[in-house]
Every structure is written in structure tokens, then in C-alpha cells.
């Protein structure tokens, strides 16, 4: 089969850290020759797209910052087109409190104004913001989250993310985020296939988690590839109701997909 575009994870398919993974570069260089254009979409809402351009750089990548999506990026369109005059409490790191900024979102730091409660990966979090965030959605505001990954793969290990978080947050105040952007979610894969301009059917994915990266274009009916460099094991597989159509030890191997190979 013949693919017009291709979404790409990043952390524990492309690189790991700051360190590329085994056979990455000829694997995009793979894409690239067979026409693919390419959007590298992550669940890290902490930094934007320019960022990413020194970061695969340091990996020996070379990638432009408008190659680039994340989970902060399609938050921020979200709220543009939803809640673009809403007061946001934010539960998030300074680095993505800067993209709201930079977008002319507003962000209090009263619970009490709260118009709508956005919560994020915060290394810094404690209990003194887990009690504000309960008070900002006491009285029942729009509860959004940036992504649902409950944990991250690193140089060290894994570490927590986002979804983390969003649970801690949606424990105490005893409901679900009303909608939790980054992948899976539609808005995301929306988002992802305007800007390649191509249909699903026409589309690859490629990540190393079922339920973000693999949802994401199983839903849509894209070829979902899934890579065992990142957190998903042989047990989660197994067990798994989401089922990738080609399933690689890396993403080194991607030209068994494009062959067609089953």
C-alpha cells in the first residue's frame, strides 16, 4: 500500500531523552524517500515545537519546529476556539504556562475565578495545589487535562506525566476530566491530519503506546505501527482490546511496513 503521510510519537520511538533510538535517522530518512510527509505529534505538553529542534538535534536529528505538535499545542487551539475568554486555573509547569500566555489566554491564580481548570504534568506538584485545584472545580467548572499519560520513558526510567496528575486531581474532586486532550482524543488527530492533508486511510502511525498512539489511528482507520522501544510490553499486548496492524522491534525496522510485509 501506498501512505501520503506519517504521525510519529517521540519519546520511546524516535528518541529516548535526548538519545536516539537504534536505526531512527534511516528510518525517517526511510519515510522520506518513500514521499511520506511527516508529523511528529508527543504527548509532553511541558515545551513547544521550537524546543523539539535543539532536542533531536542533540540526538543527531534533524527536524523543523513546524514538523512538530504536542499535547500543549492542541490544548492551546482547544482552548482558543472553546474557551478563549474563559479564566483558566492552571495546575502546570512554567514552560507550558508560557504557551497559554504567549497565546493571550488568561491564567488567574485565584481558584475562585476559575472559569475552567486545566491540569498538566507539574514536577513541582504538592498538596497545597491539589487543594486549589479542588476549590477551583468546586463549583462544578470545565475540567480539562493535556494529555493522559500516566508515565513518560527517559534516560533514567519511567517517570510520571501528565495522567498522574490528572487522576490525583480527579480523585478528590470524585469526577473524570470532562475532556483530555493529546492523544487519543479527536481534536488531536484532527488537528494532526489537516496538517498533513491527507486522508486517514492514506496515514501511518507510529508510537509505542496502545492506548494513545495506536487508538489514535485505529479509531480513524489509519495502519497503526507499534514499536517495543517505549512502555508497551508482551503482556500489555496480549492483554490489550487495541490490536496494531504491524507490531516492530523498532522503528528501525519500518521499511517491513512500507514493503507491505506482513
Request: glycine letters at 10%.
Amino acid at each position: 500500500m501506498s501512505y501520503r503521510g506519517v504521525i510519529l510519537d517521540v519519546d520511546g520511538t524516535v528518541v529516548r531523552g535526548d538519545t536516539q533510538l537504534p536505526g531512527a535517522a534511516d528510518a525517517l530518512d526511510s519515510l522520506a524517500d518513500a514521499g511520506l510527509r511527516r508529523l511528529f505529534l508527543s504527548n509532553n505538553p511541558t515545551k513547544p515545537p521550537a524546543a523539539y529542534v535543539d532536542r533531536f538535534e542533540r540526538a543527531g536529528l534533524a527536524v523543523d519546529a513546524d514538523e512538530v505538535m504536542t499535547s500543549g499545542t492542541v490544548t492551546v487551539e482547544y482552548l482558543r476556539e472553546f474557551h478563549a475568554r474563559d479564566d483558566l486555573f492552571l495546575v502546570g509547569e512554567s514552560g507550558f504556562r508560557t504557551q497559554l500566555d504567549d497565546a493571550d489566554l488568561s491564567v488567574v491564580d485565584d481558584p475562585d475565578a476559575a472559569e475552567a481548570v486545566v491540569v498538566s504534568i507539574d514536577r513541582d506538584f504538592h498538596y497545597d495545589q491539589l487543594t486549589r485545584a479542588h476549590r477551583a472545580l468546586d463549583g462544578g467548572v470545565t475540567f480539562l487535562g493535556t494529555d493522559p499519560d500516566v508515565t513518560i520513558p527517559t534516560d533514567q526510567g519511567l517517570i510520571p506525566g501528565s495522567g498522574a496528575i490528572i487522576r490525583a486531581v480527579a480523585g478528590v474532586v470524585g469526577r473524570d476530566p470532562d475532556r483530555v486532550l493529546g492523544k487519543p482524543d479527536e481534536y488531536a488527530r484532527e488537528l494532526a491530519l489537516d496538517f498533513l492533508g491527507v486522508d486517514p486511510a492514506d496515514c501511518l502511525v507510529v508510537g509505542d503506546r496502545l492506548d494513545t498512539d495506536i487508538a489514535l489511528g485505529a479509531s480513524a482507520g489509519m495502519t497503526t505501527v507499534l514499536v517495543r522501544t517505549g512502555v508497551t510490553d508482551e503482556a500489555a499486548l496480549a492483554n490489550s482490546a487495541i490490536e496494531p496492524d504491524y507490531v516492530l522491534d523498532s522503528i528501525a525496522a519500518i521499511d517491513r511496513v512500507l514493503d507491505g510485509d506482513d
